[in-house]
Nanobody
Framework: QVHLVESGGGLVQPGGSLTLSCAAS????????MAWYRQAPGNQRELVAT???????IYADSVKGRFTIARDNAKNTVNLQMNSLKPEDTAVYYC???????????????WGQGTQVTVSS
């Protein structure tokens, strides 16, 4: 079994910063991708940033230059540093990973429970 635990959400004023953290634990053999998605009320879940193994991070156009994703392979963690936050960044943010639990299993997706980020004055 694999668990993703997120932390760091909260209420912040426009222009402020927050850092989200996600730690993957459990039966982990290899992680291919770690990413952050978000879902605002009435909207579909959308990709915010992803950091596959061995390649540069990829960001949604709406967050380029403001958000930074970073991964620690030794600790199986991924952080999302969010700067210059805007009200339209308000959403539930979900951690995502694609991994193998053993050498013989297929790559499988896992999601965190989500953490609320609210940007408001």
């Amino acid at each position: 079994q694999v668990h993703l635990v997120e932390s760091g959400g909260g209420l912040v004023q426009p222009g402020g910063s927050l850092t989200l953290s996600c730690a993957a634990s459990g039966s982990i053999f290899s992680i291919r991708t770690m990413a952050w998605y978000r879902q605002a009320p009435g909207n579909q879940r959308e990709l915010v940033a992803t950091i596959p193994s061995g390649v540069p991070p990829i960001y949604a156009d709406s967050v380029k230059g403001r958000f930074t994703i970073a991964r620690d392979n030794a600790k199986n963690t991924v952080n999302l540093q969010m700067n210059s936050l805007k009200p339209e960044d308000t959403a539930v943010y979900y951690c995502y990973t694609n991994l193998k639990t053993s050498p013989r299993t297929i790559w499988s997706p896992f999601w965190g429970q989500g953490t609320q980020v609210t940007v408001s004055s």
